[in-house]
């Protein structure tokens, strides 16, 4: 069962603040639902928007659906780090700071079942406070 609680995200908080400093980055740390360990991203050196926009509007072409731009706010997939192109090297660096030494993940969807230590989410910028781009 996932579980995050704030002594483990204290233990967490010193690597990614350093993983947010190295890459010049600011952002805050929290815990949602006590399931969750959240990042959310105020401003930072790379254009996080316009990457998810362009791999969004790629993605959309493809299958031949409509596009839907982002204005200031995006929802990172910790599952494809690659697709963030130049900021790929910052979200691994912060994903493997998120996970810890602690982090596990023992699911097994064939069977529905669910073993993961917690979920991680990274935010770019707020629904009401976009990201600040400042290169």
């Keep these: 069962m996932a579980y995050m609680n704030q002594q483990l995200k204290k233990e967490l908080a010193p ?3 350093n993983v947010l400093k190295k890459h010049g980055y600011k952002g805050t740390i929290g815990v949602n639902n006590h399931s969750t360990l959240v990042v959310n991203i ?3 050196t790379h254009d996080f928007i316009s990457i998810a926009n ?3 509007k790629e993605m959309a072409e493809r299958r031949g659906h409509p596009y839907y731009p982002s204005k200031g ?8 780090p690659e697709h963030y192109g130049e900021a790929a090297p910052f979200v691994e660096d912060l994903i493997d ?3 810890g030494n602690s982090w596990y993940n023992n699911s097994d969807i064939q069977t529905d079942y669910f073993d993961i230590a917690y979920y991680i989410d990274i935010n770019i910028g707020k629904w009401d406070k976009p ?3 400042n290169p």
Excluded: D, R, S, T
């Design 42 to 44: 105020k401003e930072g």
């Design 54 to 56: 362009e791999k969004a």
């Design 97 to 99: 700071a998120m996970k």
């Design 73 to 80: 706010y995006v929802q990172v997939n910790p599952y494809y």
């Design 131 to 133: 990201y600040c781009f």
């Design 15 to 17: 690597e990614i603040k």
